[in-house]
């Protein structure tokens, strides 16, 4: 079906305007993506090792959503914020593989248990696959050794493009698919070999689409990822991208927008090619239009919005991790440098630095050295903002993690605003956001932010009725 996707996304355009004077979205149109923890973790304090899980009490004992990091790449790309080492030869590698055995079996003796229950598991990065095969084939089995997986409905891998094809590629998907491996993300963020080069990316449009098709010839559930907002995309290059993206074959596709402000534990170098190269940062106008015209794509192709960013032809065709952990609030424990664990009323990040993980390791120490249990208020605001932003809130859930509050009650101020203006609907067990709600998910969430922990000074907003100082 030929439409003007350009034309079609000028209400939308003109309906964003309208929510910055309303203050809900700053004057200059930037972002923060939300909805993985709160407070954000800019406001983490060190802390010990001790002190980081003092009364700490699991929901199920022992079982956890588990996730661990590689954090190797072959190159840098220009957009990312996460601390990573590149170019590293094998024998560096396996020094960090060393070090996260020792971390996994630190933790488990410090928590007393022989093996941790895993609900689902996921391996990020990096780039998890920039292992060889034999370390993948390494790291798989001592991670198995201490993670139950009998029972773990569904294991994620992320992936890149370039180390998915040729010989090693297909035996790296041979050797996760041993291990259960089940989901894979492909963080393709292009089709367009122009903006990929801008992206420093190690791959190039066919290598992308050759180990897409490796992957769903092999039998995996395959996810594909893409940036919008990138220097070098254009509307029209951007609308080839999603249309071609959707005939790749994929039950799944999931998009990002490009963050400037670093918002890991490493400033990206978008930070500093945004200062010299101002003249070619795309404007926010078509940076929100790209939005836009990549919902009105992918429902043309069948392709319905379910967790946020994530757009799936089935709706069980998600990642059960990140359901777990931001809809369902279940207990995650992260392994690896900058990894992070989510619990029930903590959330805790292990060091970025090399030499302390592997120091702390080599101590007998678990990895985390940042940490923030939560008070009964931000208890609160961390159950609502996580399911509201990622699907929905489930009331009952917040009654229990609560004390009995309704969460109605407690942020009725606005939920009375938001039904008003049709971002949010309700019924009597869920809170969700409309379609119009979750093109706003992450500026309608700091709303219930308390007004330390907002990203945007006041000073950046109109004084409007959705201004998230208001609250």
């Not at 079982?63 to 954090?71: A, G, K, L, S």
């Not at 190159?75 to 971390?103: G, Q, T, V, W």
């Not at 990316?201 to 180990?211: G, I, L, V, Y």
């Not at 400033?267 to 940076?287: A, M, P, Q, R, V």
């Amino acid at each position: 079906m030929l439409r003007d996707y350009i034309a079609l996304s000028t209400p939308r355009w003109i309906e964003f305007q309208e929510f910055q004077r309303l203050g809900l979205i700053p004057r200059h149109g930037d972002f923060s993506p939300a909805g993985v923890h709160y407070p954000p973790i800019t406001n983490y304090p060190p802390i010990s090792q001790d002190e980081a899980y003092r009364g700490f009490q699991e929901v199920i004992p022992g079982e956890f959503d588990v996730y661990v990091h590689i954090p190797f790449c072959h190159k840098r790309c220009l957009f990312c914020h996460y601390p990573s080492h590149y170019h590293c030869n094998d024998a560096d590698k396996d020094i960090y593989l060393d070090h996260l055995e020792m971390e996994m079996q630190n933790w488990l003796r410090f928590k007393g248990l022989d093996k941790i229950r895993a609900r689902t598991v996921l391996i990020g990065g990096g780039t998890p696959t920039d292992l060889s095969p034999r370390q993948l084939e390494r790291f798989l089995s001592f991670f198995t050794k201490y993670v139950d997986i009998t029972h773990c409905p569904q294991f994620n891998y992320d992936v890149d493009p370039s180390t998915l094809v040729g010989e090693k590629g297909l035996e790296r998907l041979r050797i996760i698919k041993d291990f259960k491996g089940d989901r894979l993300t492909i963080g393709i963020q292009s089709l367009n070999d122009d903006v990929l080069r801008i992206m420093n990316r190690s791959h190039d449009s066919a290598t992308a689409k050759t180990s897409v098709e490796n992957c769903l010839k092999m039998g995996f559930d395959v996810n594909i990822e893409f940036i919008y907002g990138h220097p070098g995309e254009t509307l029209e290059n951007w609308i080839d991208v999603m249309e071609e993206a959707c005939t790749l074959g994929t039950e799944e596709i999931q998009l990002y927008r490009l963050k400037i402000e670093p918002y890991g534990d490493q400033e990206g170098s978008i930070k500093k090619f945004s200062s010299y190269h101002e003249d070619e940062l795309i404007s926010l106008e078509d940076t929100i239009r790209m939005k836009e015209i990549s919902d009105l794509i992918l429902e043309d192709y069948g392709y319905r919005e379910n967790l946020r960013r994530v757009f799936t032809k089935r709706r069980s065709n998600i990642s059960l991790y990140a359901y777990n952990q931001c809809c369902r609030l279940k207990d995650e424990v992260g392994f690896g440098l900058s990894a992070f664990s989510s619990l029930n009323d903590r959330f805790m990040i292990n060091t970025p630095d090399f030499e302390e993980y592997y120091r702390r390791t080599e101590e007998g120490k678990i990895a985390a050295n940042r940490c923030l249990i939560r008070s009964a208020d931000q208890q609160m605001r961390w159950s609502v903002i996580l399911p509201l932003k990622n699907y929905f809130i489930d009331k009952r859930l917040f009654r229990e993690m609560n004390g009995g509050a309704d969460v109605s009650d407690v942020y009725t101020r606005q939920f009375t605003l938001l039904r008003q203006y049709g971002m949010i609907k309700e019924s009597d067990t869920r809170i969700e956001l409309t379609k119009k709600g979750a093109f706003y998910s992450d500026e309608i969430v700091h709303m219930f932010y308390e007004p330390q922990h907002q990203s945007f000074a006041l000073s950046d907003f109109n004084k409007g009725v959705l201004n998230p100082y208001n609250f």
